[in-house]
């Protein structure tokens, strides 16, 4: 990847970004803002502080780069639960309100996510009562577009643009001063979440010509499609006003490639890789003691290891590892697999990528490896 400054977000995914999910993250990219999956408001109350405590436990460990993500359409709650969080992490690099999320009304509670783009004033309401309760700075996550149908679906123009627009200046005006572009339309109804992120088109242009007419005002990261390495050293190389990333299915195929994004964002920061992933086997092995996360949650980020190297190593091309290297990490994945499992996974003789894989499967869960392997054939 080619060098200079930029910041990079490793995206909210729900099932995934949670704090053993982000302390992997933490260790191969410390330079990187990390994300909560969504918190919604309504699923914390009554007892808010409660709640959260339990849903960020060990939060304190991801540093000043974590960015909370809420999903409400209620301002006075969103408010309540945005200060309360800020009371009781004053770290937090933002909180954020998702309105983007096309599945959230599918699931009865219509007005969240991406249906609130049909609102402006309805989302200045919530960003302003989320700004009126910290002095810590709020941002948005939404879409370039919303519509209702998968019909409605065409080519953006002049309308949309102005629509969105207003969006972004509404947002602004209440008090966000960063909003992150999935570069995509949201259809609210009649597509799923999973063809919302792959049939409506990327269009880039839209969020390099709001981040000139914002320039100076909003801060905008460009998120949606960033797939590779080489997607977003194309994304850099043509970057404009943008220099702010995010990425989501890329981190949970590859997160070792988290390792050349750091080298790209802080060229100081040389990351061992066995280092990074032995100190995330110390983490998950008090942590499974303290009986503070599950063992599947714990041994999720392995598994994607796993997957990305077995990737590597069966078609021939590491990208920044050698063969050695490779062979070194199957042993700690596996020796660390076979710990963290009190020895109820049994290792295998050889290195083999294929077996290490299928070995999770029992220790994450059937249902999380098949949900891993519907988002990485999205990509
Ligand atoms: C499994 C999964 C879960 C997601 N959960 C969230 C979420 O909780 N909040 C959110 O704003 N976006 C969520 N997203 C959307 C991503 O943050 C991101 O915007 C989207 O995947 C596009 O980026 P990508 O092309 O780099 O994956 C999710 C996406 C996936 C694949």
Redesign the pocket.
């Known amino acids: 990847m080619s060098g200079c400054c930029f910041e990079f977000h490793v995206?909210?995914?729900?099932?995934?970004t949670h704090q053993p999910f982000r302390t992997l993250t933490n260790l191969l990219a410390p330079s990187a803002i990390k994300w909560t999956?969504?918190e919604k408001v309504a699923d914390l109350q009554p007892m808010v502080a409660a709640s959260l405590r339990k849903r960020l436990e060990g939060s304190e460990d991801d540093g000043n780069n974590l960015v909370l993500?809420l999903g409400s359409n209620n301002a006075k709650d969103l408010g309540q639960c945005a200060g309360i969080a800020a009371e009781l992490y004053p770290n937090l690099h933002e909180i954020n309100l998702?309105c983007?999320?096309p599945s959230i009304s599918s699931g009865g509670a219509t007005g969240y996510g991406a249906s609130l783009m049909k609102d402006p004033d309805l989302t200045a309401g919530l960003v302003a009562s989320m700004r009126s309760s910290t002095n810590g700075d709020i941002s948005v996550?939404t879409r370039i577009a919303v519509f209702d149908n998968p019909e409605d679906l065409r080519p953006l123009d002049d309308r949309d643009y102005r629509y969105l627009v207003n969006y972004v200046s509404s947002i602004s005006e209440a008090g966000a001063a960063h909003v992150i572009l999935?570069a995509r339309p949201a259809v609210l109804s009649g597509l799923s979440p999973v063809n919302n992120?792959i049939v409506p088109q990327l269009d880039y242009e839209f969020v390099h010509q709001i981040a000139r007419d914002f320039d100076g005002r909003v801060k905008i990261t460009l998120?949606?499609?960033?797939?590779s390495l080489a997607a977003l050293d194309a994304a850099r190389n043509n970057q404009g006003q943008i220099s702010s990333y995010m990425?989501?299915?890329?981190c949970i195929r590859r997160p070792l490639d988290l390792l050349n994004v750091e080298q790209s964002m802080m060229s100081s920061n040389r990351i061992d890789v066995h280092s990074a992933l032995s100190n995330y086997l110390s983490y998950a092995l008090a942590r499974r003691d303290k009986q503070q996360f599950t063992l599947a949650e714990l041994c999720l980020p392995l598994y994607l290891v796993s997957e990305q190297l077995r990737e590597d190593y069966e078609e021939n091309e590491p990208v920044q590892l050698s063969w050695e290297d490779i062979e070194l990490l199957h042993d700690l994945l596996q020796e660390g697999l076979v710990e963290l499992s009190n020895g109820k996974v049994k290792p295998n003789a050889s290195i083999n990528f294929k077996k290490l894989t299928s070995s999770f499967k029992p220790v994450v869960g059937t249902k999380v490896v098949n949900k891993w392997r519907r988002?990485r054939a999205e990509l």
């Open positions: 995206a909210p995914l729900q099932g995934y999956e969504m993500q998702n983007g999320c996550k999935h992120r998120n949606g499609g960033l797939n990425s989501g299915r890329f988002n």
